[in-house]
């Protein structure tokens, strides 16, 4: 069994930032790409930002600029920095990983999700 624990959601004024954690445990034999999506009342959820095992990254072009995404093999941790942040950011953010464990089965996990509210 394989869980994905994210922290660091909350209210944040507009222009501020946010740092979002993502931790995996359990029976991990290795994880592939992770990352973040999003989704806001009423939308469908969206990739974020993404980042191979190797370090390679990708984000939404709404949040290019802003949002960095890293990660920590040794902890099996991804995290997502927020600056700069809008209104429009406003939604539950969920962690995604790529999987395998140790029978070495791979399927995708996710987070349970973390609000983050932006004001105006």
């Known amino acids: 069994q394989v869980q994905l624990v994210e922290s660091g959601g909350g209210l944040v004024q507009a222009g501020g930032s946010l740092r979002l954690s993502c931790a995996a445990s359990g029976s991990i034999f290795s994880i592939n790409a992770m990352g973040w999506y999003r989704q806001a009342p009423g939308k469908q959820r969206e990739l974020v930002a993404g980042?191979?095992?190797?370090?390679?990254?990708n984000y939404a072009d709404s949040v290019k600029g802003r949002f960095t995404i890293s990660r920590d093999n040794a902890k099996n941790t991804v995290y997502l920095q927020m600056n700069s942040l809008k209104p429009e950011d406003t939604a539950v953010y969920y962690c995604?990983?790529?999987?395998?464990?140790?029978?070495?089965?791979?399927?995708?996990?996710w987070g349970q999700g973390t609000q983050v509210t932006v004001s105006s």
């Open positions: 980042i191979t095992r190797g370090g390679s990254t």
């Open positions: 995604n990983a790529y999987v395998g464990d140790t029978y070495r089965r791979f399927r995708d996990y």
